[in-house]
C-alpha cells in the first residue's frame, strides 16, 4: 500500500464530465489499495470568472480580498469532486486550505507556503478517507486567507506529497508527459520515461510549460518522486526524480523559447566597471538578463550584446540610452530571435554535444548570433523565423527518426 | 457612537451595481460615526447555479459537501462588497463563517448558531475597519464548514448583533418594513413604524414573509432591536422590539395564507381518546396542524376539522382512512381555502375586535369555516377565492382610508 498525491488542473475539471472522469482515476488509484489525497484547481474559466467580477467592481482590487474571492474557485471543485466520489461509492471529505493545514506566509497573491500541519489530513487518511484538498489556498498567521499565485496548485500538490513522505505525486494534465520536443510543433517527438529535476528545471525555464518551476524545485528540496500524466489518456507518464536510471541519452530535449530579445550597444569604452554598471542598472529595474555576449570591437571600444523577455526590450533601451556612460553610442533593439536550446544531465561529461548541436544548425543553414552554455544545457540565439527548423533539425541530430 | 450590524439579501448585492448600491449605504453609516458589521447572502442566482451544477453529479449529494460548496456563495460576495467599500474609501475586511466566530451544531445544512467568539471583530471594530461577514455559515466542532439553512442570513445578523450588543440589527429587504397587509396587493397597506416581537412572529408565521421566524425569535431572547428596511429607498424602516411605545392601534396587521388545506372527519363515534389518537399519529409523521374545530354531528357522533399546509392534504386523507378507528368514516380535504388573520398585542385587552373582524366579512358576504383565537391574533378560514376581498374589507375595518 502506498500513500499517493494526484493534483488535476482547471481544464480536467471544468465540467461534470470531467470531474466524473477524474472521480474514476482516483477512484482506481484508491481501490487499487492506495491511500490518496487529491489537490483540485478551480473550474475551468472559474477564475477568470471571478476576476472579471472584481473587475467590475474597481480597478484596484486589495489583494486581500482578491483571495478571499479567488479561493471560492477550488471550494466550489473540491466540493463537487467529493460528490462525484461518493457517487462511485469511496468515501471522500473535501479540505480546504485552512483545514487541510496550509500555513503561508502572508504576502496575499503570490503567498509561500511554510509548513503543513498535517494532523487533519492523518486523520482522515487513518478512516480510509480519500482527502480531496483546495490547490493553491492557506491561510496566513492573521488567520486571513492567502493564495499561493500561478502555478500554486502544482505547489499545493508538491507540498503535501512531502509533508505526508507521499510515495509519488502525480500531476495531471492535457499532455502525456514530458517530451524531447513540443509534441503540438514537432510530431517526432518522443516522450521520455524519466527525467531529472535539474534537467525538467531547465526544460520549464526554457518554455516547455509542463510543469510549474517552483513545484519542480520544491519536489528536488523535498525528494519528492513526481510523475507527469494525462488525465484523458490512461497510460504511464514521465517520472521525474535525483538520478535517472532507464535511459541513457545525453539529451533530453529541444526547446524553443520565443519570448526573447536581444539588445545591443556598439562601440563601448574598454574601461573598467562598464559592463558592471550596465547591468546593476538593469537589475534595478527588475529587469533579468538572460545571455551575455561581449566582444572586441574596433579601435579599442567593444560591443556588448545581452537577451532579455520581449516585453523588456524597450524600457531596456531606453534605460541605457539614459545613461551617461553610455552617452552618444548606438543601442539597439532585435526582437526577431528565439533561443533554441537543447537540455540533459548526460551533456557535461560529452563535450560533443554542443558540436554536434551546432553542425545541424549549420546543415540547415541557420545562423547563430548568440551562444551560451551550463553544466546541463546548450542555448543558441537564432533568429525567429528560423526556430521551429532550428528544433526540427537539431531533434533530428539527436533523435534520429525509426 | 453606536454599533450597528446590517444585513443584506441574495437580490441587494445581484451584480456589481446593487454591491455599489449597498456599499454606499453601509459607508454613509461608518461615516456617520458608527462602528458596522455588514453581514451580506450570496448573489442573487449564486445558490441556485450552485445546486445545478451539484445536480448534475449526482441526485443525492452528501450534506457535508453541499455545504463546502453553497458556502463558497457567500465567500465571493463579502469580497466583491469588501471591495466596492475599498473604493469608496473606506476601510473593510471580508471575513468568513470560522473567521468570524460563528460555532455551530453539526448538521450540516441546518446547522444552529451554538456560539459566535467574536475576537476578531472585536479586533477589526477597534481598528477602525468596517466587518463584512459571510451569513449562512459557520464551522462545527469538527472544523467542517455548515451552512445554517433558509434564512440564516437573517439569523446570522441577529446573532451577531446579539454576541456584539449592538445597538440596532437593521435587516435590508426588498420592502420599506412592515406593513398592515400585503402591499403588493392592497394599495391602501400602510407601513408601521414599530412592532413587537410577539406581533411580529405572528405576522412571519401567518405568510408576511418579511422576516425569517427564527432569526426575531432570536432578537426577541437576546432583547435586539431589529429594524426591516429597504435597500433602495433610503428612508427609516419598521422597527420591531419589545415593547411598542408610538403607536396606540389595536391591530397591526391583516395577512393571508393560502397555503392551507381543510380536512374533516365526519361521524366520529363520541368515545374518549379518538381525537387524541388521530392528532398524535398526525405528529409522527411530521404533519403539523393548525386551526381544530370540533362539532357536535348527530347521533351523538361529532365532526372534526382541522387544518394542515397544502402540500400535506393528500397524505392527511390517507393516515386518517387507513386508521381502524375512524374505519368506514368518510374524510374529505377541501384545498381551496384561505386563513386570514389580524394580529396585533393590544387586542387581548379589547374584546371588540373578533366581531369587528366578522362584521367586516359578514358586510362584504363572506361565510366563516372556522375560527381560532390567540392573545395576539384572530384567525378565520374562508373560501379562497373570497381572500383578497375579505383582507381588503377586515383591513378597511382596522385602518380607515384617509
Known amino acids: 500500500m502506498s500513500l499517493i498525491v494526484q493534483k488535476f488542473g482547471g481544464s480536467s475539471v471544468a465540467n461534470a464530465d470531467r470531474v466524473r472522469n477524474v472521480a474514476r482515476i482516483v477512484a482506481d488509484t484508491y481501490r487499487a489499495g492506495n491511500d490518496v489525497v487529491v489537490v483540485v484547481s478551480a473550474q475551468g474559466d472559474t477564475t477568470d470568472d471571478l476576476i472579471a467580477k472584481a473587475a467590475e467592481i474597481t480597478a484596484k482590487a486589495p489583494r486581500r480580498e482578491m483571495d478571499v474571492l479567488l479561493s471560492a474557485g477550488e471550494q466550489i471543485s473540491v466540493a463537487l469532486l467529493s460528490m462525484a466520489l461518493g457517487e462511485l461509492g469511496c468515501p471522500a471529505v473535501s479540505l480546504l486550505g485552512w483545514q487541510a493545514g496550509f500555513q503561508t506566509s502572508s504576502s496575499y497573491g503570490s503567498a509561500r507556503i511554510k509548513n503543513i500541519s498535517a494532523e487533519r489530513l492523518r486523520v482522515e487518511l487513518g478512516r480510509k478517507n480519500i482527502c480531496v484538498v483546495a490547490g493553491f489556498q492557506g491561510i496566513c498567521k492573521y488567520d486571513d486567507v492567502t493564495t499561493l499565485g500561478r502555478g500554486g496548485s502544482d505547489t499545493s500538490a508538491v507540498a503535501l506529497a512531502a509533508a505526508l513522505r507521499a510515495d509519488r505525486c502525480q500531476i495531471f494534465t492535457d499532455v502525456e508527459g514530458v517530451y524531447t520536443a513540443d509534441p503540438r510543433k514537432l510530431p517526432g517527438a518522443r516522450k521520455l520515461q524519466e527525467i531529472t529535476y535539474d534537467e525538467m528545471l531547465e526544460l520549464a525555464t526554457l518554455g516547455a510549460q509542463v510543469l510549474n518551476n517552483r513545484s519542480v524545485e520544491m519536489a528536488k528540496k523535498y525528494h519528492v518522486e513526481l510523475e507527469v500524466l494525462s488525465s484523458l489518456a490512461r497510460k504511464p507518464g514521465t517520472i521525474v526524480k535525483e538520478v535517472t536510471t532507464m535511459e541513457k541519452m545525453l539529451v533530453r530535449g529541444v526547446t524553443k523559447d520565443a519570448d526573447t530579445a536581444r539588445i545591443s550597444v556598439i562601440g563601448v569604452p574598454d574601461v573598467p566597471g562598464v559592463a558592471f554598471k550596465l547591468f546593476s542598472r538593469l537589475a534595478a529595474k527588475n529587469i533579468n538578463v538572460d545571455i551575455i555576449l561581449q566582444s572586441v570591437g574596433r579601435d579599442g ?102
Not at 334 to 355: C, R
Not at 360 to 376: G, K, P, R, V, W
Open 301 to 402: 571600444t567593444k560591443d556588448i550584446s545581452f537577451t532579455v523577455g520581449r516585453s523588456n526590450a524597450r524600457e531596456s533601451v531606453e534605460i541605457l540610452q539614459a545613461m551617461d556612460i553610455l552617452d552618444g553610442l548606438q543601442v539597439v533593439a532585435d526582437t526577431a530571435v528565439a533561443k533554441i536550446s537543447v537540455v540533459g544531465a548526460g551533456m557535461e561529461t560529452h563535450p560533443g554535444t554542443a558540436s554536434q548541436m551546432f553542425e545541424a544548425l549549420f546543415s540547415a543553414d541557420i545562423n547563430i548570433q548568440m551562444i551560451s552554455t551550463s553544466e546541463i544545457k546548450i542555448s543558441v540565439l537564432i533568429d525567429e523565423t528560423s526556430a521551429d527548423r532550428a528544433v526540427a533539425a537539431v531533434h533530428r541530430a539527436f533523435f534520429p527518426e525509426g
